[in-house]
């Protein structure tokens, strides 16, 4: 289901235009007003501030707790600057405890509206950097509806592929239809000269009886024949037999769509943030919905710009909501209620119960890349067995992978000697006894 | 989207008189499908060219085409934690130091769990923590996921709220407070300081409340005799280590006498390194482990051992106390003078439950001013006093008792007068029991409470003076269950918990240490402990002892057996299959007789057909309550004119069917005296036995089990007690060691983990057997499948017997032989010379045989037999000596198991898990959650044998890659060699100098077993030594 997709269509030059219309038509700083981006551009009426410094100021200060359009922690923050005067603004940013102990009526009824929760003091930021975030605070919200209007331009573009493709199979097409009629043309051709020069074509025996009787008649076209069919067929049974349980590239629907697109790849998250038992444990672990929350308490819907032609923004936020209950987040009210669902993730790696993997040997010990047995997980979207897992990929990397023996000193005296033994500098897995039946089957 | 349109299938349903829509609307189809036509035309059927046959194979063809297209992995689920508990990682195991104390075992433990569930019992190795974990608290894991457990407090069998019990059970205080009469609460021996300060506090809350404590197998006696003398109902705590002579009269020290947990102190002194060892010598009627430990054991009835003590007191004290006249009149002497000339190095013990003998040991230590008595500790395991539970039972046949509080107590089993509680029980009022199963007692009472299992609770004990454990639960409780404590406060009208109560109870225990660290270590010492003196009537004791009456029948003494004590876990399946160390029965008690009464009463064991072990049946009658078809078994050893019976069998309520074994000894414990006179009689039939080895004798076979004693091992060459095999090689005669078919390979790079099993130090006692059953997910495949030689463990304790006195002399007579003397064999003459009837003599054990322990694992052969042998290369040998098992590429030829000179294979002739056929605990959900993670659980049709614990040295070894830094000495262990409370199993890597294993290994006392066969054992025994 691909619904975001490329960007200029006529829907869009519709909708952009529409926009214009809306903005040009209704009070400039309405807080609803849907307006298109570039408006944002203008110098905002609440005075003097450097709204691009704001935002900088914003996201290192304030975003954790608040957001521009929605509640969080905090209230929302757009257009903040109408509600109150500038000189409260000031004091409240300061040291807001302060101001809800003197007892300001407003102080008060902000702190209860947001369930008690103290606002940290920022008595480091100025007054010119306060005017920045909130001439950042006051820049209208960009246009909404952006997104469908790529869905349609994004249907079309998927057509327009298709369509290339087509015009290729049809140039093969008629290149096959030209080709066949030359082929009959020089035929016809040919009989006609033969006609004419007297030759008698002679009517040999062409029915497929006569075919086979002349092959069964030749022992030795027999015989390799069915050679060669058992031979081929002993090798199609034998890759089937072998595939048998092999779930490579398995990649089963998960009920929630994680992707580690977005958080290894474009947010760089370290594997190990998440998979922390891999260091220390035989289980890499699936992180529990508490690391999760560790980031998502705060981000609760993905930026505009992390949506793809597959997946939508809505989409994505849907699945972030998933989280929400499954750990029992409530967004208004940025309170836990205490209803939790497990989340049941289909395992991707199976490996059978005979065979004792150990991550943190691995990871910790040997230091191998995550990627290296996974894949490149930060470019998958879902999630998939990237590896065959058979006991002869263990075996051959056991072979080819030397032992980090580098500053461990477990491996320091064995490593001499056996490395003395085996006339080597630099000892395989293998050799270091890591083929043996024992080290992963008991 | 709903709607309200009517859809017509024809345009005859317009025609509501239609009789075809009518018929449409009842019937499916409007015409009857005509099956009788079709089923009842036989010609048809019969001339049908698909025959049954062919059915079959079609339904074959396609049951084999569709297994094909199922040839996809089933979809497994991976449910995180929502949010993870900060010290649990998936896959890493954790440890908590707690206390198990069921008022029978008791013992300083280390709970291994995994992802939350306790999965193994190890030893607290912590200074102070002296009490190591025998067979059956290592198996206690599994009781905590027995399905049968009580799950739901029950109020009149209906399940009940915890509110509703609570508010009863106080309504019925109140009423019993108005009404002025009994309240009594009824526990087990409690040893916990919070707990007995709670029940205090209660009988203050309700006048007419008291407290009995009863022990369901009664140590009455020595209470009785350590209270007059000490004026503290406790019993001695002996440091037997401290010990050069240790008579023992009818004291099984080594089993559980007084609590047992004295293995390890004897052990100590057991071990001739510095060319010493302690002096052994036991009087008993029963075989036990005590005897079979033994330097020298003299088998005589109980009455002649109240003669025999009286004598060493005489002997002792310079008195002169008439005695009666007993065989071993010699013996008893040579001991006494033996013990006197020891003087503070000697020690008696007494196992007689009568007050005067018990006050004989008191007198005897003194005068020895043993120091093994003087410096001993005192105990507070056992603590019932059985006249109050008397007198309990007659209050409440008077109907003088109005509520009863039962914990930890199952009176309606344990109690020889049951009959008599149990009309008492319909007198109370209210009576409720906390119990953890819907036991004999919890049937019958008013209500019954669920409480949690120990792994479960919050607790703390005094086990002995000067110490301070305390119990911490190491999993959320599994069912709804509440502690008796926990219901004691809020009767009390506390709103604390019971853990709050602990803790604010604990610091005047603590002796300054912090409450976390003695959480974390589970125990605090906070004294040495000195006895005080005391003295009593002495002489008195020993006149009344010496004129104590002889049984007029048979003496009949109860005993517990090491896997079963005192009943209490008797569902679960690890003890059950356990083989008793003597007479290595599972799954049964039985009644033990000497083979002269045997021969008397015409009592026989035979060995069926299958292998299989039978005896006869008798019927046991004492004061008038007869035991019916009682198994028996012809015990060598077994003092004449004496029967040996085990305590704990003969359950049935909240029981599995197949663990309903045994008969109820505790019908004939009358008056808690294990001391009963009996009349026995044959019953007709066989019972049939699930033994695991026969009664039989080690036949002279001195290269397997080798004995020496301390004189030789102290003066002659280790080559003379210790000597090499020899074989020929080139019509020579050389040591077998030197000669191989094979090249070695070089063992001196990594590890090389090799095992040595001191016989000196091992008492037999099962805790690495269970130990091992429990760490590599042993099946238990039940009572038939052991009877066929089924059974699965990896690790076994044989147990030999000698023909003649002892070991030696058997090895003597054999070589001895002259000829075959085919004549004397056929004339079956017993002084036959020849070898023909010698072997049949050697067969059979003496009356009095000597007794030896070995236990046998997997040997872990260099040279592995087995190896050689396997056609798919399932079975390898490791560069770390282990001899590897691939389960997964074996596919059950047997041919190792054939080859294995040691018989240490065992062969999964079924799917033992999830199987109906074997309802044991890999059977249920529950019972599963004690399996290992780490350990493959193995199915139908491979072989398997014991690992080395790969698992638990692969561990060790990554923990110390992960920390960058060798492995230390002795860091390796295996569940055997850790839950080994005596030392004599030490595991470790020999290429690591400064182990321990290193240095055993090249003891002059080390062999290996069947060293002639050359197969180069990684496993290494230590030569028993007797100082006799």
């Known amino acids: ?442 | 989207m709903s709607s309200n349109k009517k859809y017509w299938k024809s345009v005859e349903e317009l025609n509501e008189n239609n009789s075809i829509v009518e018929a449409l609307r009842n019937n499916e189809f409007v015409e009857e499908i005509p099956t009788d036509e079709f089923l009842g035309d036989k010609d048809t059927l019969s001339s049908s060219s698909t025959t049954r046959r062919d059915f079959l194979k079609y339904v074959g063809f396609t049951t084999a085409a569709a297994t094909l297209a199922a040839c996809e992995g089933p979809v497994h689920k991976s449910i995180p934690y929502v949010v993870q508990p900060e010290q649990v990682i998936p896959g890493v195991a954790d440890y908590y130091a707690t206390t198990m104390f069921d008022g029978f075992d008791f013992a300083n433990i280390l709970v291994r769990t995994r992802e939350g569930r306790p999965i193994r019992i190890e030893n607290n190795t912590l200074e102070g923590a002296k009490f190591s974990a025998n067979a059956r608290v290592i198996a206690s894991v599994l009781s905590l996921y027995d399905n049968m457990r009580l799950k739901f407090p029950k109020i009149g069998n209906e399940s009940a709220q915890w509110n509703d019990v609570n508010q009863k059970i106080q309504q019925s205080l109140a009423d019993a407070k108005a009404k002025g009469k009994q309240v009594v609460v009824l526990t087990n021996t409690l040893a916990s300081p919070s707990t007995e300060k709670l029940i205090a506090e209660f009988v203050a809350k309700n006048p007419t409340a008291k407290h009995v404590v009863y022990d369901s197998v009664s140590e009455s006696a020595a209470l009785d005799a350590f209270e007059s003398v000490y004026g503290e109902r406790a019993l001695l705590d002996y440091d037997f280590s401290k010990a050069g002579t240790i008579v023992s009269v009818g004291a099984d020290f080594l089993g559980d006498w007084q609590g047992g947990g004295y293995n390890s102190s004897y052990a100590k002194g057991r071990i001739p390194q510095t060319g010493q060892m302690s002096k052994h010598i036991q009087f008993e009627s029963n075989m036990t482990l005590t005897g079979a430990a033994a330097d020298k054991r003299v088998p005589i009835s109980v009455y002649a051992q109240k003669q025999a003590l009286v004598k060493i007191f005489n002997i002792i004290t310079n008195s002169s106390i008439p005695t009666g006249k007993i065989d071993n009149e010699a013996e008893v002497v040579k001991a006494a003078n033996q013990l006197k000339d020891s003087k503070n190095k000697g020690l008696l013990v007494c196992g007689i439950q009568d007050k005067n003998a018990q006050l004989l040991v008191f007198a005897i230590n003194q005068v020895l001013t043993s120091e093994a008595f003087m410096a001993a500790g005192v105990r507070y395991t056992r603590k019932g006093s059985d006249a109050k539970v008397a007198e309990l039972v007659k209050d409440m046949n008077a109907g003088n008792v109005h509520t009863l509080i039962m914990s930890g107590v199952n009176p309606l089993y344990t109690l020889s007068n049951a009959k008599a509680f149990e009309t008492g029980l319909s007198k109370v009022t209210t009576s409720v029991a906390f119990t953890q199963k819907f036991d004999e007692t919890a049937e019958k009472v008013t209500i019954a409470a669920a409480t949690p299992h120990y792994l479960e609770s919050w607790n703390d004990y005094v086990l002995t003076k000067g110490t301070y454990s305390i119990a911490q639960p190491t999993i959320r409780p599994l069912f709804n269950t509440k502690q008796f404590q926990d219901c004691l406060l809020v009767w009390n009208g506390s709103p604390l918990t019971y853990y709050d109560y602990i803790k604010a109870n604990a610091s005047s225990y603590l002796n300054g240490t912090s409450w976390n660290k003695a959480v974390h270590d589970g125990l605090v010492v906070t004294s040495d402990s000195v006895l005080a003196s005391g003295t009593a009537d002495y002489s008195g004791a020993a006149t009344q002892l010496a004129q104590s009456a002889n049984a007029k029948n048979f003496e009949l003494l109860l005993y517990t057996k090491t896997g079963m004590g005192d009943g209490q876990q008797a569902n679960n399946p690890w003890l059950q299959e356990f083989p008793d160390p003597i007479t290595r029965v599972s799954w049964d008690n039985y009644v033990t007789v000497s083979k002269a009464d045997a021969e008397k009463l015409k009592l026989e064991n035979t060995i069926a057909d299958n292998g299989g072990l039978d005896g006869s049946y008798v019927n046991i009658s004492v004061n008038g309550v007869k035991l019916e078809n009682v198994p028996v078994i012809v015990q060598p050893g077994q003092a004449k004119g004496t029967l040996g019976l085990a305590l704990g069998y003969g359950r049935k309520a909240s029981m599995k069917e197949e663990m309903q074994v045994g008969v109820n000894a505790y019908s004939v414990y009358f008056n808690a005296s294990s001391l009963q006179d009996a009349t026995i009689e044959k019953a007709s039939g066989k019972h049939e036995f699930a033994c695991v080895q026969s009664q039989k004798t080690l036949m002279g076979r001195g290269d397997i089990l080798k004995e020496t004693t301390l004189a030789d091992y102290n003066k002659k060459d280790a080559k003379e007690w210790n000597p090499q095999p020899m074989v020929s090689l080139d019509h020579k005669e050389v040591e077998a060691t030197t000669v191989d078919l094979w090249e070695s390979f070089d063992r001196t790079t990594g590890h090389h983990f090799n095992l040595s099993i001191d016989l000196n130090a091992c008492t037999g006692c099962g805790a690495c057997v269970i130990a091992c059953h429990a760490e590599n997910n042993v099946p238990v495949v039940g009572k038939t499948e052991v009877r066929r030689s089924r059974d699965m463990h990896w690790l076994r304790i044989d147990r030999y017997y000698s023909s003649e006195d002892t070991f030696a002399a058997d090895v003597e007579k054999k070589e001895n032989f002259d000829g075959l003397d085919l004549t004397g064999f056929l004339a079956g003459n017993e002084d036959t010379k020849g070898s023909l009837g010698g072997f049949r003599q050697l067969e059979h054990p003496a009356d009095n045989p000597q007794v030896s322990f070995q236990p046998v694992m997997c040997q872990h052969c260099n040279h592995a037999p087995c190896e050689t042998v396997c056609p798919v290369a399932a079975t390898s040998h490791g560069r770390q000596g282990q001899n590897h098992m691939a389960y997964n590429r074996c596919v059950g030829t047997r041919y190792c198991a054939n080859n294995c000179p040691y018989k240490v294979r065992r062969f999964n002739w079924f799917l033992y898990n999830n199987n109906d056929e074997f309802d044991f605990h890999m059977n249920d959900d529950l019972g599963r959650m004690v399996i290992n993670p780490d350990v493959n659980v193995r199915s139908r049709g491979v072989m398997e044998k014991c690992s080395m614990c790969i698992q638990m040295t692969q561990a060790t070894i990554l923990k110390a890659k992960r920390e960058g830094r060798p492995v230390n000495a002795d860091e390796f262990q295996t569940a055997c060699s850790s839950a080994c409370s005596t030392g004599a199993m030490v595991f470790g890597d020999v290429n690591n100098k400064d182990s321990q294993i290193t240095k055993v290994v090249a003891d002059k006392r080390a062999y290996h077993l069947l060293e002639h066969v050359g197969t180069k054992p990684n496993v290494v025994y230590q030569v028993k030594v007797r100082n006799s």
């Open chain 1, 1 to 442: 289901m691909k619904k975001v997709g490329n960007h200029s269509s006529i829907s869009r030059i519709y909708l952009l235009s529409l926009a214009f219309l809306l903005v040009f038509s209704l009070p400039v700083f309405a807080q609803d007003a849907a307006a298109p981006k570039d408006a944002a551009a203008m110098p905002a009426a609440t005075g003097g501030g450097d709204a691009a410094k704001g935002k900088e100021l914003f996201n290192a200060n304030c975003a954790a707790c608040h957001n521009l359009d929605k509640k969080m922690t905090g209230p929302a923050l757009r257009g903040v600057a109408e509600k109150y005067d500038k000189a409260w603004i000031y004091k409240w940013v300061n040291n807001s405890s302060a101001l809800i102990k003197s007892g300001d009526a407003k102080a008060v009824k902000v702190f209860e509206e947001n369930n008690k929760v103290v606002m940290t003091a920022f008595p480091q930021l100025t007054t010119a950097d306060i005017d920045n975030i909130l001439a950042y605070t006051s820049e209208p919200a960009p246009k909404a509806e952006v997104a469908p209007a790529g869905a349609v331009a994004g249907a079309g573009a998927e057509k327009s592929e298709g369509v290339s493709n087509d015009v290729i199979l049809g140039v093969l097409v008629l290149v096959m239809g030209v080709l066949i009629t030359m082929l009959y043309l020089v035929y016809n051709m040919l009989s006609r000269i033969a006609l004419s020069k007297g030759l008698e074509l002679t009517a040999t025996d062409r029915s497929i009886q006569s075919v086979c009787q002349a092959f069964v008649k030749n022992q030795f076209l027999v015989l390799v024949s069915v050679i060669m069919l058992m031979l081929i067929s002993a090798y199609f049974v034998y890759g089937y037999l072998m595939q048998i349980g092999v779930d490579q590239d398995y990649e089963p629907v998960q009920p929630i769509h994680y992707s580690h697109r977005i958080h290894a790849g474009s947010n760089g998250i370290d594997c190990k943030y998440c998979h922390s038992a891999a260091r220390v444990s035989k289980n890499a672990g699936i992180p529990s919905l508490n690391v999760c929350m560790n980031c998502h308490k705060n981000i609760a819907e993905v930026a505009d710009t992390t949506a793809t032609p597959e997946h939508s923004k809505a989409f994505y936020d849907g699945e972030i909501q998933k989280l929400y209950d499954a750990v029992g987040w409530d967004r208004t009210l940025q309170k836990y209620t205490g209803k939790t669902q497990p989340v049941k993730w289909v395992r991707i790696h199976n490996l059978p119960d005979f065979a004792y993997f150990n991550h943190s040997q691995h990871v910790t010990v040997a230091g191998v890349e995550c990627q290296k047995c996974h894949g490149p997980v930060q470019t998958y979207e879902v999630m998939k067995q990237f590896a065959p897992l058979t006991m002869g990929w263990c075996v051959n990397c056991h072979r080819e992978t030397n032992v980090k023996v580098e500053g461990n000193g477990y491996y320091e005296k064995i490593h001499k000697e056996l490395s003395k033994k085996y006339g080597v500098d630099k000892l395989t897995a293998a050799q270091m006894g890591g083929l043996e039946c024992g080290k992963c089957h008991y």
